[in-house]
T-cell receptor
Framework: GENVEQHPSTLSVQEGDSAVIKCTYS??????FPWYKQELGKRPQLIID?????GEKKDQRIAVTLNKTAKHFSLHITETQPEDSAVYFC????????????FGQGTTLQVKP | NAGVMQNPRHLVRRRGQEARLRCSPM?????VYWYRQLPEEGLKFMVY????????ESGMPKERFSAEFPKEGPSILRIQQVVRGDSAAYFC????????????????FGEGSRLTVL
């Protein structure tokens, strides 16, 4: 069935360093890949997304890359700050008449000041 | 714009009772999704609804769970005869368009309803 694997499960970096989170997906028909940030006890919030017709997208300190051939996509956060500390989820969705997102297991990012 | 509103935020039920969770989508949004998040896990899709229609319920357990999105009023996720394994955070999300249909907007999540079954 549809599956999204996310690594690492935890990531600790020093403030100012970069953080990279990687996801692989199983459904080659997937064409939409969002990333969500969830702070403790809060709702998931979209931070960036990419569609399959694009290989890379950047928004200030956040970038996402997509390799459709290898079926993996990555989140890159540069110049990390303590407020970046949260759980990050990747997700994938296939085209069709449903908005069903398949989420990865999450990565807990800790940015040490 | 008040965002996606969910209530109650916290709900405690004893085994065998019913849990009813409500979700009001953002103004102008007609697509509603329910996801379940077990402790320290990712979100699992449950059901996708539009007004008066269930579009995809492939993630819903076959028994005890039901969802509706009536013409008037909020979407309701109903869990009958709750068991301890139903304890989780239930998130509702809404979108203005169909994500799979090329809609490039955001899927907005509510703050979640945290169900604890004693």
């Amino acid at each position: 069935g549809e599956n999204v694997e996310q690594h690492p499960s935890t990531l600790s970096v020093q403030e100012g360093d970069s953080a990279v989170i990687k996801c692989t997906y199983s459904d080659s028909a997937s064409n939409y890949f969002p990333w969500y940030k969830q702070e403790l006890g809060k709702r998931p919030q979209l931070i960036i997304d990419i569609r399959s017709n694009v290989g890379e997208k950047k928004d200030q300190r956040i970038a996402v890359t997509l390799n459709k051939t290898a079926k993996h996509f990555s989140l890159h956060i540069t110049e990390t700050q303590p407020e970046d500390s949260a759980v990050y989820f990747c997700a994938a969705m296939r085209p069709g008449n449903t908005g069903k997102l398949i989420f990865g297991q999450g990565t807990t990012l800790q940015v040490k000041p | 714009n008040a965002g996606v509103m969910q209530n109650p935020r916290h709900l405690v039920r004893r085994r065998g009772q019913e849990a009813r969770l409500r979700c009001s989508p953002m103004k102008g949004h007609s697509h509603v999704y329910w996801y379940r998040q077990l402790p320290e896990e990712g979100l699992k899709f449950m059901v996708y609804l539009q007004k008066e229609n269930i579009i995809d319920e492939s993630g819903m357990p076959k028994e005890r769970f039901s969802a509706e999105f009536p013409k008037e009023g909020p979407s309701i996720l109903r869990i009958q005869q709750v068991v301890r394994g139903d304890s989780a955070a239930y998130f509702c999300a809404s979108s203005r368009g169909n994500l799979a249909g090329g809609y490039t907007g955001e899927l907005f999540f509510g703050e979640g309803s945290r169900l604890t079954v004693l």
